[in-house]
């Protein structure tokens, strides 16, 4: 029997002799949202480029529906993964749906010629991420939200089974990251996609994920729903911060920012 999604078993990831993040074993099902926790350097984008086949693996396997990763060639990998990281994208003249046209070139061959069924999943693609009206606009004159917006649409119109996704919300105000997230989330449940994302907003994260990774010391710290994380307490010690003396250090106003942020209870 076939295991659909996308597996991590005992993944150790880093650069050169150097390990960053090691035993790492985690699933994503399609439909469902893995989100990756922990503080800067803990070794969530060093994963999420590894799991993404942009790094090498330093061990264990990866699993993309239960062929392994390292037997996919780069073709297959390209069709059936796809990739947003962080980097602000340098699109010269580029139109929005140029932009987007390029999330078609894993199918176009080495002209990258569309075709009209090519032409229609790109319009679909912006129209599925309400970026259609600014299809003909300068990729570099539309806001942050929108480039956002923009570059999901071309990941959609790849037509990915796995969609990796490094800080996407870093430059988006709280109400474009709340927005994004819940487009996110329903593109992933409309079309069963496996979503693997690495974000800094815990309380965005909590929201939004079906499950959390969250990475510390090297190593995995906790893992599970946001409900168990929740209920387990575990999350402001995943960032170093003291809960008995969340008051005297910070203040009320930053104390009960931190504890809603965490999911933690009231005083």
């Known amino acids: 029997m076939t295991a659909k999604g996308y597996r991590m078993e005992n993944l150790s990831a880093g650069y050169g002799s150097r390990v960053v993040i090691s035993g790492v074993t985690a699933s994503v099902l399609p439909g469902e949202i893995l989100i990756l926790l922990g503080e800067n350097g803990a070794g969530k984008s060093t994963l999420l480029k590894t799991a993404a086949g942009l790094l090498q693996p330093m061990g264990g396997e990866l699993w993309l529906n239960d062929v392994r990763l390292s037997e996919m060639s780069a073709a297959q990998r390209a ?21 987007v046209e390029m999330g078609r070139y894993p199918y176009t061959g080495r002209f990258g010629i569309l075709s009209e069924q090519d032409h229609r999943i790109v319009a679909q693609a912006m129209e599925a991420t309400d970026t259609a009206q600014l299809a003909d606009t300068d990729f570099g004159k539309i806001s942050d939200g929108q ?41 992933c449940r409309e079309r069963q996609m496996a979503a693997i994302v690495s974000m800094h907003e815990v309380g965005m994260a909590l929201a939004s994920a079906d499950k959390l990774l969250c990475l510390k010391d090297g190593v995995v710290y906790a893992s599970g729903t946001a409900q ?3 209920e387990s307490g575990c999350l402001p010690g995943l960032y170093g911060v003291e809960t008995e003396t969340l008051e005297p250090e910070y203040g009320t106003e930053l104390a009960d920012y931190l504890r809603q942020s965490f999911g933690i209870g009231g005083k």
């Open 79 to 99: 069709a059936e993964m796809s990739v947003l990281l962080s980097e602000r994208t340098d699109a010269g003249q580029m139109t929005c749906r140029e932009i």
């Open 228 to 230: 168990e994380l929740r």
């Open 147 to 187: 480039r956002q917006r923009i570059r999901l649409a071309r990941s959609i119109a790849q037509e990915p089974q796995v969609l990796l996704l490094d800080e996407p919300t870093v430059y988006l105000d709280i109400r474009y990251q709340a927005q994004f997230m819940r487009l996110l989330r329903t593109l």
